[in-house]
């Protein structure tokens, strides 16, 4: 499975750099995932801006990181920009469960955001 991990303070951008996130590669993402959660990591971005293909598998290892990161901050998907991926999604329903974002930057700025909110339902509650 080839991907990139950028690391950053408030965030983490995971990228997929496969076409098709199938059956051949949902269990390895998972794998990902766990380890990245074990790290205290608060907020991942996952960008599948080159994924062309997404099966039930997928869609598992992407609902594996949502529940992961509900406990831990936030989870965005981002690029979803071929329509095979976004009618999957869909279809599915799961743009009514997920955090999609249309663009990397963007999902910075939601992340930001919900950060700043948790900090603010934090003070509140004190």
Request: aromatic share 8%.
């Amino acid at each position: 499975m080839k991907f990139s991990v950028d690391k950053q303070d408030a965030y983490t951008i995971f990228h997929l750099d496969e076409e098709n996130l199938n059956s051949l590669v949902a269990p390895d993402l998972k794998s990902e995932f766990v380890l990245l959660s074990n790290e205290g990591i608060t907020s991942l971005i996952f960008d599948l801006g080159n994924v062309k293909y997404v099966d039930s598998s997928g869609l598992s290892a992407i609902l594996t990181a949502n529940r992961l990161w509900k406990k831990l901050g936030s989870f965005v998907l981002t690029g979803v920009v071929h329509p095979s991926v976004k009618r999957l999604i869909e279809i599915s329903r799961l743009d009514s469960v997920l955090a999609i974002i249309p663009t990397v930057k963007e999902s910075i700025e939601y992340v930001h955001m919900e950060i700043l909110e948790r900090e603010l339902n934090g003070q509140e509650e004190e």
